[in-house]
């Protein structure tokens, strides 16, 4: 199966923190961690996702780097992009962003 990113508008969602970032593990036996390929350790973070109509999922999110987030936090996921997998008859999306920002209130007090 061909990997093509899908990028995801976040625009009208709203992505809250829910478990702390940690690093990626490509093998539990072992405790090896996922690098990138500039050698940067791969985190995971655990999100809600809420759209406009009130539905939610979890989902997990990939990024390179320790992200200065932390549970209860809403976020900005920046370039967030979806790639579909396929492995033994199951499949699923996995989540990539290039930054995991918290959300800034910006009106006037």
Do not use: F, H
């Amino acid at each position: 199966m061909r990997t093509i990113p899908i990028p995801v508008d976040t625009r009208k969602l709203t992505i809250t923190c829910v478990k702390a970032p940690r690093p990626r593990l490509l093998n539990k036996d072992t405790g090896e961690i996922k690098t990138d390929k500039n050698g940067n350790t791969v985190y995971e973070v655990t999100v809600s996702v809420e759209d406009e109509s009130g539905r939610i999922e979890l989902v997990r999110i990939g990024i390179a780097g320790e992200p200065s987030i932390t549970p209860g936090d809403q976020i900005n996921a920046v370039d967030l992009v979806g790639y579909v997998w396929e492995m033994s008859g199951r499949w699923g999306i996995s989540y990539r962003a290039s930054a995991l920002l918290p959300a800034r209130e910006t009106a006037d007090a």
